[in-house]
């Protein structure tokens, strides 16, 4: 008889118990994570009812494994893109959470007398809410499509990228055992400079190689490629000094930005849903269940401190960002839990070997009670809210209602705070990509040419002018591209701005000759490396155009990759045309609907329930942006509906029970949304929206009307315009730019 090896004995017993789980879990409507944690508690060296996994070290690589596939998975669903658009509210609320999270747990851990590493992975534990968990109660009780949800989304995508910043600090933290300011200083800095480059790197070559090698992208090639892809960053980030797990990540993201990103999760969901449950089971495996019976009061504290204190750091974040306060009431209770990244920072503890054993039975135990209650506190929302409003005096909800309008009509800062972030920004990037360029060619290019070529001066000569070849275009983008130069323009009208602007040019030129200075004295005598320098200016001038048009090809391919993606998708995305509270969600008219092949007029949508409809999709090629009062709706069309969530609610129920999210591909109409002022004298004053002509002017709807410190949301036809009136409205913008008013 063959030996079966105990690993594959060992899995077969979990993934059989972990699929009993699973489905008693689904058929009770909970986490499938809870069905394995329960599997791996089952199975592990604590509970003897059913046989136990003896080769516990072998499962432990596979959950490594899983920790991988599960942080690339999750890079994919983040994007760097998505982070710079997720803007101030969310980011705000964000830090703001988190920063109070990590206080607390750290507060926590302090009054139950714990070690300090005890006390400082509590806290990060306790700062990162679970996406998959979120996700799953706003699917389940059809929230998707609310404001608030928005909201909550973002701050999710900024509590991913702290996670990843929150593994690299813990870690520095781990090994030197105590808070040493400069050593986290330098990894931070250490961590930016990388992911800077691998950025860029990623997004210039990736795409492009995808999209060369698209005709033998089937499914099981992509999931090689990327898998093999994955593994690679990993490999690199490991080499640099940080965990695996961030390269995973890192590498999902980047391929988050390429036009195969929803191909690629869907090839690697069969990989990520296997390794993803080992991992778990892992995770359950692990807990001891006496020290659950011998700590159930740290548990029930902290998971009574987590579900009031995130609730109430989130909704006050919220409101801070310019939030309404049923929008920051409702992403405060929808965030009071911990899932994935906590059990990778709490495993890291473990691996580490830095915190007490009782810590991550806690950690678990508090995920599943805070995951349990996930959907009754997103339910208790909104009857809160209207508790809330009710106990509140008049004036406070009107100072809240003026300080939402207020925070969200900042305007953009003047040309010179402009520039300077700009300078600023660009020096910085620039310095990152030649530094990093520098530093590959020292320790692997020049090692290399050196072991294949017998004369070390020929070789370093030979490698020093391949890396200033690589280096010209970047050096020429860091001394002499033009930055803002309309803000400069400005400026420069203004005389007191000339001496700062001619200095700031006089600083580039300064640190680029440096960068060339320094990397020929790593190289050759100091004379020689005087003359080279001279050798560089009198290169870059003579070879001034053809270098220039070499980096804006590069420059050009690079921003074609960063948005192929959003280019794809960014036709049928019109979530920032909404103002205020209101916000664009897409519907499918279905067939059968009552008000099939009526026309717009004729339904009065705007008098009875509030909302707009700024664009029609019929089809695969016709769009009809700001549809007129004499279209009609057909079986099919997919709308695009503007108003607020309880408007919007009413709205479906007119036209059906229950109408699916619109999922499309392209819009063929750019619209957008802008304001126009009312000044004393203007012709507008004193009529009405129907009789002023605006749409049949500027082919745009009228969603919007502030007036004093009151906001008229989809006012109706009627409503007449009065001096200092802002008017908001959807459609044209060239054409709204060149109405006379």
């Not at 009993?20 to 409507?29: I, R």
């Not at 060369?212 to 990993?234: D, F, P, Q």
């Not at 929008?327 to 495993?347: C, D, H, K, R």
């Amino acid at each position: 008889m063959n030996h079966l090896p105990q690993l594959i004995q060992d899995l077969g017993l979990i993934l059989i118990l972990a699929g009993t789980t699973t489905l008693l879990f689904k058929q009770m409507k909970q986490p499938v994570v809870l069905g394995y944690i329960l599997a791996g508690l089952l199975v592990g060296p604590h509970f003897r009812l059913f046989p136990t996994v003896t080769d516990i070290q072998n499962v432990q690589v596979w959950a490594e494994i899983g920790v991988i596939v599960l942080l690339f998975g999750l890079g994919l669903e983040f994007s760097f893109k998505k982070l710079m658009k997720v803007g101030g509210s969310a980011s705000v609320t964000a830090l703001f959470e988190i920063s109070a999270m990590v206080g607390i747990g750290y507060l926590i851990g302090y009054a139950l007398n714990w070690p300090l590493m005890d006390r400082i992975f509590l806290g990060g534990i306790l700062s990162i809410a679970s996406t998959t968990i979120i996700l799953r109660s706003f699917t389940e009780l059809g929230l998707k499509g609310k404001r608030f949800t928005e909201l909550v989304f973002g701050v999710l995508i900024i509590e991913d990228l702290v996670a990843v910043v929150l593994l690299v600090l813990l870690s520095t933290i781990a090994v030197s055992s105590q808070f040493a300011g400069t050593e986290m200083l330098v990894s931070i800095l250490k961590l930016v400079f990388f992911l800077t480059l691998w950025f860029i790197a990623g997004i210039f070559f990736l795409p492009s190689l995808l999209h060369r090698a698209k005709h033998l992208l089937n499914e099981e090639t992509l999931l090689i490629v990327s898998l093999g892809l994955c593994l690679s960053m990993v490999v690199l980030s490991s080499a640099s000094g940080f965990s695996p797990a961030l390269g995973a990540f890192v590498m999902g993201s980047i391929l988050a930005e390429t036009t195969k990103a929803e191909r690629i999760e869907r090839a690697i969901k069969p990989v990520s849903d296997l390794f993803g449950a080992i991992f778990f089971v892992s995770v359950g495996m692990l807990i001891n269940p006496a020290v659950l019976i011998d700590y159930w009061g740290p548990i029930i504290l902290v998971t009574v401190a987590l579900l009031v204190a995130k609730t109430l750091h989130v909704t006050i974040g919220a409101l801070i960002a310019g939030n309404p306060l049923d929008v920051s009431l409702s992403a405060g209770m929808s965030m009071a839990q911990i899932g994935e990244f906590s059990f990778i920072i709490a495993t890291l503890g473990v691996s580490l070997g830095v915190t007490s054993s009782f810590l991550y039975p806690i950690a678990v135990a508090v995920s599943a009670l805070t995951t349990f209650s996930t959907p009754y506190m997103i339910r208790f929302a909104g009857p809160l809210y209207h508790r809330i409003e009710s106990l509140l005096p008049s004036r406070w909800k009107k100072s809240l209602e003026r300080y939402s309008s207020g925070a969200s009509n900042i305007r953009s800062a003047n040309d010179w705070r402009i520039l300077l972030r700009a300078y600023l920004f660009h020096i910085v990037l620039f310095s990152f990509i030649i530094v990093g360029i520098v530093l590959g060619f020292q320790n692997f290019a020049l090692p290399w040419l050196k072991s294949y070529m017998p004369n070390t001066n020929a070789a370093i000569s030979i490698g020093g002018t391949a890396c200033f070849l690589v280096l010209s275009p970047f050096l020429w983008a860091l001394v002499f591209q033009k930055i803002k130069p309309g803000n400069t323009a400005n400026l420069w009208a203004n005389k007191w701005y000339r001496g700062p602007l001619v200095a700031l040019n006089i600083f580039r030129i300064a640190l680029g000759i440096s960068f060339v200075f320094f990397t020929l004295v790593s190289l050759f005598p100091l004379l020689v490396s005087v003359a080279g320098i001279a050798a560089v200016v009198l290169l870059s001038v003579l070879f001034s155009g053809k270098i220039s048009r070499l980096y804006q090809k590069i420059e050009r391919r690079f921003f074609v990759n960063l948005n192929a993606r959003e280019i794809q998708n960014a036709r049928f995305n019109r979530q920032e045309l909404a103002p205020w509270d209101a916000h664009i969600v897409q519907h499918t008219l279905p067939f059968g609907s009552p008000v099939a092949g009526q026309r717009l007029e004729d339904m009065a949508i705007r008098e009875k329930y509030g909302v707009n409809i700024v664009m029609i999709k019929r089809g695969e090629e016709q769009t009809i942006p700001i549809p007129g009062r004499d279209e009609r709706l057909f079986p099919g069309d997919n709308l695009f509906v503007l108003g607020t969530d309880r408007q919007i609610d009413l709205f479906k129920k007119h036209v059906h029970p229950a109408i699916e999210a619109f999922a499309g591909k392209d819009l063929d109409k750019e619209i957008g949304l802008t304001s126009i002022n009312v000044p004393s004298g203007s012709a507008l004053i004193g009529q009405t929206i129907s009789s002023s002509g605006i749409r049949e002017r500027t082919n745009g709807l009228v969603v919007g009307i502030e007036r004093d410190a009151m906001r008229i949301l989809n006012p109706e036809s009627r409503k007449e315009f009065l001096p200092g009136d802002r008017i908001w409205i959807v459609g044209d913008l060239e054409r709204i730019k060149q109405l006379q008013v």
